[in-house]
């Protein structure tokens, strides 16, 4: 069963109707309202699929729009995103994925760096976590470090919202709608952590939070001044976290970095953006900085 929504939302995708943004939340809430709790869950008791992505296997949840994406588009794999980031990661590097969901970037990051390399890995969803733990066991990624809390400027203990149609969207910042959940997630900043460990790379997507997680880790930044970031910039959620595309974007460039757009539609890196931030439209930011990260990423950026 699973099998044929699996090749029906790609034949769609192909034929290009799952790429009209109304066509696309339309056919992800039939199916996470209706297809899946009514026919995959009730009837065949279906809760997980195993996909191979980028050669590696994937458990993935079927009840929420990032699960359906990963089974069926091979998202995040296929994104420009993705590629800039194979391309970045290097052998022996120390990788930090931040609201890392179910591992996709956690696996590749592992592999990429090999034994003499090391992945901190954090997840705060108690379900997500269960699920990344369980990639990881299947990939045999020995160098991994999993660590089950949220990210802030804080450590402590904070109310998370978890989406109940997307898991991916599970946020520190109240939730509205239908089904939204609270629960209470550890938290730590990254200072308290990593302050003193060498990190080449850090990728965050933490729904709104990434401000305030960077905040939490300028000890870690100063210790690292070759450090690259991939930051997801969503301005409706910054905008819940009482910030902006702006107010993130100045305090990177205060950090030195220069920040580019990563432009998923022409497969290109923008720079300059300081000046004409993305208002509404998620997009993701690569920042460099230091002659050893800018080696690392000039042949991407001037692609």
Do not use: W
Request: charged content about 20%; proline content about 5%.
């Amino acid at each position: 069963m699973i099998q044929l929504v699996i090749c029906t939302a790609t034949l769609l995708f192909r034929v290009g109707l799952l790429r009209i943004p109304f066509v696309q939340r339309l056919a992800v809430n039939i199916y996470c309202r209706l297809l899946y709790p009514l026919v995959l869950h009730r009837i065949f008791h279906l809760q997980h699929a195993i996909v191979n992505i980028d050669g590696y296997r994937f458990c993935v949840p079927l009840g929420d729009r990032g699960g359906i994406g990963m089974a069926t588009l091979g998202y995040p794999a296929k994104s420009y995103m993705a590629s800039v980031f194979k391309q970045v990661v290097k052998p022996g590097m120390t990788v930090v994925d931040i609201g890392a969901y179910v591992g996709y970037y956690t696996i590749i990051a592992s592999k990429i760096v090999g034994n003499s390399g090391k992945v901190f890995s954090f997840e705060p969803d108690p379900s997500n976590y269960s699920i990344l733990l369980r990639n990881i066991e299947a990939n045999r990624c020995h160098n991994v470090v999993s660590i089950q809390k949220a990210v802030s400027d804080r450590s402590g203990h904070l109310i998370f919202f978890l989406n109940p149609i997307d898991s991916t969207c599970h946020t520190l910042y109240p939730l509205e709608g239908r089904g939204v959940k609270k629960i209470s997630v550890e938290c730590c900043k990254l200072d308290d952590l990593l302050a003193d460990e060498r990190v080449e790379i850090i990728k965050m997507d933490i729904e709104g939070a990434e401000l305030v997680a960077l905040q939490g880790m300028t000890r870690t930044l100063a210790y690292n001044p070759d450090i690259i970031l991939f930051i997801e910039l969503q301005p409706t959620n910054l905008k819940r976290a009482g910030a902006s595309p702006l107010d993130l974007i100045t305090f990177l460039e205060e950090q030195n970095f220069e920040v580019f757009l990563i432009d998923e539609e022409r497969g290109r890196l923008i720079g300059g953006i300081a000046d004409m931030p993305p208002r509404h439209k998620e997009s993701n930011l690569l920042c460099v900085r230091g002659a050893k990260a800018y080696g690392l990423v000039n042949h991407v950026i001037t692609c």
